[in-house]
């Protein structure tokens, strides 16, 4: 899915914290958001990693930025248009989760070349 929006559901709480193997306390992304286009709406997860290379730090020291520093960083990703690769899978018998394995910005040159195509 492409040509899509981002919004980020709980940009407040950005990273949460797990422990490692030595009982440390190790800080992570763990990020639920809505991917939205002409379509309707997916909930997903966006992992760890793929935050990391989205905002070009890790969660220890996204943490440490300032509000508005953070803020700044958010509002590259939000209502922009993104390509994303997504992973469906079921948890349980009931509930199926979506984990966003990739997510880039799409430039505008590139989304009018794929409109041409679509001809």
Excluded: H
Aim: net charge negative.
């Amino acid at each position: 899915m492409d040509r899509d929006q981002l919004a980020c559901e709980s940009c407040s709480t950005l990273s949460t914290y797990l422990n490692n193997d030595a009982g440390q306390l190790i800080p992570f992304y763990n990020m639920r958001i809505k991917v939205m286009d002409r379509t309707g709406t997916l909930n997903c997860i966006l992992l760890s990693d793929v935050t990391d290379k989205m905002i070009g730090c890790p969660a220890d020291m996204f943490e440490a930025l300032d509000y508005e520093t953070r803020s700044r960083i958010k509002w590259n990703y939000l209502l922009e248009r993104c390509r994303i690769t997504l992973q469906i899978y079921e948890s349980d018998e009931r509930k199926r989760k979506i984990k966003i394995l990739d997510l880039d910005l799409v430039q505008s040159d590139e989304i009018f070349r794929e409109m041409l195509t679509l001809k």
